[in-house]
């Protein structure tokens, strides 16, 4: 699969807006009026030829506003203003939208499988003659290669400030959580249809409508697991809460550090900045249905009992590695990340790295993130399964992905409201995955049920889409303030998860200072969590590097220890070696010497008897005798050496 729709990826966009172009057709021909005699004469009046599709019109490269703001206004036929300036709408727009309109992509977008899948399908849609759409004539307009997405909005942002439009652009893409921002310079397309976002997951809608915006793409936020290593230990994921999560991390931590394994952590992530704040959606959804801000009337709604537990919870997960603390440490992920990074993320991502290293039970990251992994050749068989929370069972997870919108200053709304549609169709959704080859994860729910899909996209991420709980981020809901509520929220937590503030003081601070950002009044709560002391037990990251340096030191000390000992349990061995030959030779010079005295004694003893040479030798020998019978060897003479030697042993 190709990370086409990651989070905030801009080649995103490349697959899931392609795969409606004969739905569309075939769904409105029955209806649609077809184009009068006069509005056909009058496009070709004033283009003096009949409409050009986009074989004809080959695709052009975007060179910014500065270079395109002297355009001249294309001509067709004009629609109705009102009072403000703004197009009134028109509800027969599938028929009645001809002329020219400009989409506005990325030039990764636009040579990405999907963009390709686009192309393809605008020459199509433009050679047939249903609902007009032979007097279509889509340019699709891509920025320069290596220009960001955060240049993008730029331009489109300077664009709207200044009311321009003509020769611009008409149909722009929109990544999630910028909707809000941009939201004063698209049109209201609800207004133009209001069964536009039927067929549309409603959760998707919910985070990624806003009334502007059509969703082309979806990415949501996910868990991926080990599964060599929760087998290993006889388990089986995916987990169904935060009591499986804790169930499995501590039995495994356990083991594992039992031998000196201290690298692995239960569950690695995304913690900081804009992901920190889509996570803290996800826990607060998954306990009560909490929130960081109302959806529904937009209040700032985090200081709550609710919150205050289950983001205490979180926070005890770092006292025993669950979640290590030095995860809040990891550089931002970039919010909008180059396709380079986006190749390179099992390797650039700390958090998919320590989890592709083995270092980490489970990873909290995006449904995008999948066709990587799957292309990564990990070590170990790794699973998916969605974000859980404190309440059993319930699938959570933080919407993303990209939509299309109509920028309010175009200069041909109505064709413009119309190719939009068209491109967040079902048929071209379907047909980016499925003939386009792009990994694009559609936003229509029925495409969820497609075996043809769920084999381009996985059908673990088929069915952790159908069921799933949307966590809605407040991007939608705050409007162009997300960005500064993002960075309040996110940088509160991190500091809460690194000291000692509580959690009711971090709750405060937040709340107080998202008032302010939003210019609202407090709402008096009161929050009382069990326990009633609260605050983590979570050491300082001062004091977690001196643990680290403690444990290093204790590590080293018992191998010295070892080794000491050992060279000792050596030296001992040795020692009894040396003392055996010591012994030996010792035992050897004793009977020499004895042996020395035992002929010195003898010798005496023969010149003692010189005298006696009158004696008989029978004699000597009777003399002898009892000597020899001594020894214990009857007829053998007595030698006092046998008798030393058997006293010495």
Known sequence: MTRLSFRHCPLALCAACAAASSSLAAAVSSTAPAVTANLQHQYQHQHNTAPQNLASSPTKTYSLLSSSKTAPTPAWVTPTYDSQGFPVPDRSYNSS??????????????????????????????????????????????????????????????????KLGAGLFDVLMLEATVLGDLSDCLLDLSQWDTNITRGFSSGIIANSFVNVSLPTQADLGVIYYNIDLLEQYGLEGPPSSFDDIEAMATKILTSVRAG????????????????????????????????????????????????????????????????DPNDFLNAEWPQFPDPDQIATIVTSDPSVSRFAAENSVFLRHWASTFPMLSSAGLAFDWGVGPVVGWDANLNIGAVGGWGVGVYKYSSNPVAAVKVAAWLSGQEMQRGAVVAGGAKAIPTRVDLYSDPAVCRGIGQDLCHIFLNATPALRPSSVVGHHYKNVSKIVSSELATFFLTEETV???????????????????????????????????????????????????????????????????????????????????????????????????????????????????????????????????????SIVDAEKDDFI
């Open 97 to 162: 939208g001809i002329g020219p309109v400009t989409v506005l992509l990325l030039n990764e977008q636009l040579t990405s499988a999907y963009g390709s899948f686009v192309a393809k399908s605008v020459k199509t849609l433009q050679s047939t003659t249903v609902n007009n759409n032979n007097y279509l004539n889509i340019n699709l307009k891509a920025f320069p290669a290596g220009t960001s997405y955060s240049d993008y909005l730029a331009e489109v942002r300077s664009a709207c400030d200044q």
């Open 260 to 323: 000196d394994n201290f690298a692995l952590s239960g569950i690695t992530a995304q913690f900081a900045g804009e992901y920190l704040t889509a996570q803290a959606a996800e826990w607060l959804r998954g306990y009560n249905h909490s929130q960081i801000i109302n959806s529904e009337n937009g209040f700032v709604a985090i200081e709550t009992n609710a919150a205050a537990q289950v983001i205490q919870r979180i926070s005890e997960w770092t006292t025993t590695n669950i979640v």
């Open 504 to 638: 009711i003081d971090a709750l405060s601070a937040i709340t107080t200072s998202l008032l302010k950002e939003l210019n609202q009044t407090r709402v008096n709560n009161t929050i009382t969590i069990d326990p009633s002391a609260v605050g983590k037990k979570i050491p300082s990251h001062l004091q977690i590097q001196l643990l680290g340096l403690c444990a290093v030191i204790l590590i080293t000390c018992t191998t010295i220890y070892l080794i000491k000992r050992k060279q000792i349990d050596d030296s001992i061995k040795q020692a009894g070696k040396n003392l055996k030959t010591i012994a030996s030779a010792a035992k050897q010079e004793v009977i020499m010497k004895t042996q020395k005295r035992a002929d010195l004694d003898y010798g005496a003893n023969e010149f003692t008897h010189l005298d006696e040479d009158a004696e008989p030798d029978d004699s000597v020998s009777s003399k002898r005798a009892p000597l020899a019978r001594k020894g214990g060897n009857p007829g053998r003479a007595y």
